[in-house]
């Protein structure tokens, strides 16, 4: 690292020094306001006018949901790269037990996954850059390094994995070199980080299956087609003959959650439902799978007489971190909270995130902050009804996330043409 691009790291820390108390109102408002997947309109409105008072020019997207706003930092050169900052901000549709003041003040929602919380770390770059500007206009924090150019996304419907693919579809990313993202960990300390190259989360597609047979008396199943023995042996056999279809060493899991039929103890019924989620983390895995699904499929048929149709639904790929952008954000953290408390995350999770959404148009990485007030165990997990996090973190991932974006837009930037090339 220069030493310019240092004297520009120390200049931001005294930017995001005095922010800290108001990430926290951010994020108590937002917290006491929830908005489920899809109608964030009020958030989205909270969030724009933030960022139109900071100066910037906030872009609304279709339906009045998700908010996007580019921002300096400094003055940047024509040829810096634009750097995404990508934060969610939907809540859950589940109660909030806890008893602080800034509980959710709307029945039956609940910001129990942080997205308040990244919310608020994202707008805080924003905070910073107005900051800095304020303070290059009086002439203490002019540093000679290029500027850096952000666009903080704030997308709505994360949980139902849809609103990163909104807002893709309505350009978000156009002239985007890189994206970061953050997700808050109730499983680590405050302050603690776990970067990880590679996949993060899994590749998770929902499958539907319908069982058909022919309805009849209890009694008399020989005079039937029994669709619920058929969706019995079909469950039976996914996850007897799933696990063994690949290598045992490559994470993979299978679950049907939801299953549906019959009207009484004593009839056989015409049909019953079944919907499932396949989770994997390699590409191959994924698809020997999905065909493997289909085999157990047609030997359901065969044994059963049955007729079983299927489907997959909702795609949604693994986040992929980036190596290079997956370094900025392990420095940065090593900068912010220190070597000892940033670890390697040794194996990604079976869980999806939407970010991966966007890595299909640019390349990205995100990091997980730990959030769990020390004291108290179990942690607060996310999605529990009393989740809450060490709001110390907020400043923590502002800062993270600025640094990781000036180290990148150093490391981005073209380079000047060689001496032997003129
Ligand atoms: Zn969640
Ligand atoms: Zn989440």
């Not at 409105?45 to 020019?57: R, S």
């Amino acid at each position: 690292m220069t030493e310019d691009t240092n004297r520009v790291l120390a200049d931001l820390d005294e930017c995001v020094a005095g922010l800290e108390a108001t990430l926290i109102e951010v994020r108590r408002h937002l917290h006491a306001h929830p908005e489920p997947s899809g109608e964030e309109v009020r958030t989205t409105e909270f969030l724009a006018q933030q960022l139109a008072e900071m100066g910037w020019e906030p872009r609304v997207y279709r339906n009045g949901i998700g908010v996007s706003a580019d921002v300096v930092l400094g003055r940047p050169s024509d040829g810096a790269p634009l750097i995404a900052v990508r934060s969610d901000m939907d809540a859950l549709r589940m109660p909030d037990e806890k008893a602080v003041e800034y509980r959710s003040q709307y029945e039956g929602l609940n910001h129990a996954c942080g997205h308040d919380a990244h919310a608020a770390m994202v707008l805080g770059l924003g905070l910073a850059g107005a900051a800095w500007r304020r303070h290059s206009e009086t002439e203490t924090l002019a540093g000679p390094v290029d500027g850096v150019r952000l666009r903080l996304i704030f997308q709505p419907a994360e949980e139902t994995s849809q609103g990163a693919r909104w807002l893709v579809e309505q350009g978000v990313l156009e002239g985007v070199s890189a994206i970061l993202g953050i997700h808050v960990d109730p499983e680590r300390l405050a302050g603690q980080v776990g970067i990880r190259y590679g996949a993060l989360t899994a590749n998770c597609d929902e499958v539907a299956f319908v069982v058909n047979g022919h309805g009849g008396h209890a009694a008399r199943p020989h005079h039937t087609i029994d669709s619920v023995a058929a969706a019995a042996q079909l469950v039976g056999a996914l996850y007897q003959f799933l696990p063994r279809s690949v290598d045992s060493r490559q994470p993979s899991v299978f679950t049907i959650g939801e299953i549906k039929g019959g009207y009484a103890p004593n009839v056989i019924p015409e049909r019953v439902e079944l919907r499932g989620s396949l989770r994997t983390t390699d590409p191959h895995v994924r698809e020997t799978l999905k065909r493997r699904i289909g085999d157990i499929v047609d030997g359901i048929e065969e044994v059963s007489g049955a007729r079983v149709r299927y489907e997959f639904l909702n795609p949604l790929k693994a986040v992929y971190n980036d190596p290079q952008i997956a370094a900025a954000l392990e420095e940065a953290a090593k900068q912010v909270v220190g070597k000892e408390n940033v670890a390697l995350i040794n194996r990604p999770s079976m869980g999806g995130e939407d970010f991966s959404i966007y890595l299909e148009q640019a390349p990205g990485a995100m990091l997980r902050l730990g959030c769990s007030p020390p004291g108290v165990e179990p942690p607060l997990f996310l999605h529990s009804q009393k989740f809450d996090l060490d709001e110390r973190v907020l400043s923590l991932g502002t800062r993270i996330l600025l640094r990781a974006a000036v180290l990148l837009t150093d490391r981005l930037r073209p380079s000047p043409p060689s001496a032997q090339e003129e």
